[in-house]
Structure formats: C-alpha cells, structure tokens
C-alpha cells in the first residue's frame, strides 16, 4: 500500500506539498491539471513540470484524479471521437512521463452529489452530507446554484462553474442516454483507450458514482458489485479497473464493501479509505475515518485489501473541517492527515499479525 493525499496543484489547494511531506507515512500525491477543461489534450510539458513540482518536494504522482471524461464521449456523440483522440494522447503523454494510474468516473451531468457542505456535528466540525429528500424537493439548476454558493469560493472538482452554469441543456442532451447507452458509451471509450495503455502500462481506475443511485433521474451505472463485474467482464484485461471508493459505495448501505474488496483481486488499482455515518436509507453524512465514528469497519476493510495483495496508492479521502481551517469543502489538511495516520496504524497492525 503506498498512502497518499489528493492535492490540486499549487495555485488551487491551501495545502502546501511541504505539509503533505510532513504527514508520517505518506510518500506520494495524487494530482491533476485541475485547470484544464474536460476533453482538452494534456500537453506533455505541463505534465513535466507538475512531475519536476512534487519530486522538488520529495514526492511521488502516484497517479492521476482526475483526466476528465468530456460529456460528449458519455453522451456519444458526433464528437466523442475527437475527444476520446485527445484522452488517447493525454495518456500516452502521461505514459512516457512514467505516470500509470488514472482515476476517472463515467457520471452524467454531475460528478458526485452532496445537499450540505458544512454540516456541524456534534464535536463542533464539519463535513458533506446527503439528504434524498432535499434532492427531490429541488430542480438541478437550483442544487447547482445553492452547492456552488455554498462552496467557500472554492472550484470544486466536478462542478466546474463554467460547465454547470448550463445545467438545462445538460440534461436536454442526457435526454435519450439511458443506463443502457451510458453503459455502452463506457466500454467504446475503454476499447478505444485500451491500445495506448497497455502500451504504457496505465491502469485506468473508474470511481464508483456517489452516491450509488440515481440523481434527477440520471442513469448510474458503477454502483455495485454486479455492475462492476458486468464493466470488467466487457473489458475484460487487466488496466481496466476500479477505484475502490468507500464513502461512494458505501453510501448504499447494501453495499458489503469488504466482500467487494475481495471479490476483485487484481482489479483494485486505487482506494479512497473513509467513513460515512448512515441515519436512514438515502441520509448519511461523512465521519472522521475512526471506525466507531461512523458505521463502516475501516480494520476490515484495510483486511481485505492486505488479503487480496493490494499494493497500489490509498488515500484517505474527504476529511472533516477541524481546528477553524478554512479550506475547500472535504480537503483540508488536519484531518485527512489524521486520516492517513490512522489507516497507516491499522495497516502495521494487519501486516504484523499476519507475519506471527
């Protein structure tokens, strides 16, 4: 397991990669151009100097979150092949820059879904929260508007203002794509990509749609393990694979996520390691990564990836907002560094009960 931080580059994140190399046992970033529009070609310099960037800071990119997928490809399009030629040598660039893991997600429309962005808890913190019924009592357009006055000023990944403000024709073109089609438009997209990464060896790591259900009525098609295993099964080789993302999956509480672990060995090329508190079906909201915080069993999941042999980038994922940080929603620097040290204490713990 190689423990990481997401960091958003140093013009986006108020986490320096100084701080991130201060945290016990975290070796490596995952990062991204976070500037660059969906569909726009990767140009190799800029991956060198992100590259040159976090290695100063005696650092690895252990992967890439996100190259986002253009709507055209998901819709599928007259353009999805121009889109899908620029993925194609945006990998490739990353390839030869000896970066070999992408996470990416196949969601319409919105990229993960939160009513609250700041719910207090009883201990005086913050975190993103889910409530169905707020969802259901609004247009798209509205939840787009009150999330992003809601979001401290910060851009937040998958709900890019620019894309977004036109949140009407979206769904006008979503219109016919049903989980049928999306479905398709994923395993043309992964056929198309498959050449040039095999070529580099880039295993493409898909995040589960959250929460795992659909949202205004949006297909989802990555929210459980048979639906997992049908995407592996059309593309059946090794680089296409999951992000395992507990706080996504497990956002169903239906979902066994250990026994999902352990049904995809070898497939499992990424982990988000969190915790998510369940009140009723479709009500949850986001806890400290401590297992008695929340309702998932973090040691049992942490178990079943040692058992399959993972040994990819893990990340602690969202955190709450403690200590009077100020930062964007979910990624500040107190308590996913509280996370990462937590998972790190169960990892040691697991590996050295298995070495008696």
């Not at 438009?185 to 959250?210: R, S, T, W």
């Not at 680089?239 to 497990?250: D, I, M, Q, R």
């Amino acid at each position: 397991m190689k423990m990481t931080l997401r960091w958003y580059g140093s013009k986006f994140d108020t986490v320096t990669l100084k701080q991130i190399r201060q945290i016990p046992g975290v070796t490596g970033v995952i990062t991204t151009l976070y500037d660059l529009p969906a569909g726009e070609l990767w140009p190799e310099e800029r991956i060198k100097a992100l590259k040159e960037e976090v290695q100063a800071a005696d650092l690895k990119i252990e992967g890439i979150e996100s190259v986002n997928i253009h709507d055209a490809i998901k819709i599928g399009d007259s353009r999805r092949d121009m889109y899908i030629e620029n993925y194609i040598k945006t990998l490739e660039n990353l390839g030869k820059n000896g970066i070999d893991m992408v996470c990416y997600n196949f969601m319409p429309v919105f990229d993960w879904t939160r009513t609250d962005l700041a719910k207090m808890r009883p201990d005086g913190s913050t975190v993103l929260a889910y409530d169905q019924k707020k969802v259901d009592a609004i247009d798209p357009q509205t939840f787009f508007n009150q999330t992003n006055a809601k979001s401290g000023g910060f851009a937040m990944p998958g709900w890019e203002p620019e894309r977004l403000a036109h949140v009407k024709e979206l769904f006008e073109a979503y219109k016919d794509v049903d989980e049928e089609k999306l479905f398709n438009n994923l395993v043309y997209f992964l056929k198309a990509i498959q050449p040039v990464c095999e070529k580099y060896g880039i295993k493409m790591a898909i995040h589960p749609d959250d929460p795992a259900w659909p949202v205004f009525g949006l297909p989802r098609i990555i929210t459980s393990l048979e639906k997992i295993q049908k995407m592996m099964k059309a593309v059946d080789a090794p680089f296409n694979g999951l992000t395992f993302c507990a706080g996504s999956l497990g956002s169903n509480p239906k979902n066994d996520l250990p026994a999902i672990i352990r049904a995809l060995p070898g497939r499992i090329h990424f982990a988000h390691v969190r915790n998510l508190h369940h009140f009723e079906p479709g009500v949850f909201e986001e806890a400290a990564h401590l297992s008695s915080d929340g309702s998932f069993d973090l040691y049992e999941m942490c178990k079943a990836l040692y058992d399959i042999g993972f040994e990819g980038p893990v990340r602690p994922d969202h955190g709450r907002m403690i200590w009077d940080e100020k930062a964007m929603p979910g990624y500040g620097l107190y308590d996913r560094a509280l996370g990462a040290c937590y998972i790190n204490g169960l990892w040691e713990a697991i590996e050295k009960s298995n070495r008696k």
